[in-house]
């Protein structure tokens, strides 16, 4: 059971460690650590995508800032309290790790497979040059009763066909990981930067309507 769990929600990067590690949080003993990993696009942009990861899996005392690394693992959620609000944290919680030597063509070194339900309505818009989008958040489900919510952005005929999804709908998903960075503004003078973590959609198939997914997600 837990491995056909584990199979809806896969994620695979091959990318140059750009941090340290910065520690996260420890369960029964075993700690976790942060680092963000920069992985190339066709575009030649970059995307930096942040790894949790264990002790037990790579030396976490080590600088290992230019190498490249090879994972796989799963793209998860967690809400964090801050100011009187949830904030929707994303990372890769990598299972798999291993230096490489060679880093393979870039639409070959991020690519991710979600198996979910629809949670929310789907945003439909365009652009101001017509190009359209449709935001999606998806919930995919963990053992032991947990789901991630994972935002997904679609673009041009996958936009116009997801925004036909109705809420509980099932739905397969195939991208890649990307970061965006954006502007929020806080008063006339003062601006904050964040980054987005989100998956861009290349495919999606939706199948018939189900309520079966885990109605625990607060904005």
Known sequence: MVDKVIENNRVSIV??????FRYSHQVYGEGFYMVDVAVSRLSDLTDVVPLMVSERLVDVTECCIGRLVEVSGQFRSYNRHEENRNKLILSVFVREWQFVDINPEAGKTNQIYLDGFICKAPIYRKTPLGREIADLLVAVNRPYGKSDYIPCIAWGRNARFASTFEVGGKIQIWGR?????YVKKISEDEVEKHVAYE???SKL???????D???DYRD
């Open 15 to 20: 990318g140059e460690v750009v941090s340290d």
């Open 213 to 215: 997914y885990r109605e």
């Open 205 to 211: 198939e939706v199948h018939s309507h189900e309520q």
């Open 177 to 181: 990981v990307q970061s965006r960075d």
């Open 199 to 201: 998956v861009s959609v």
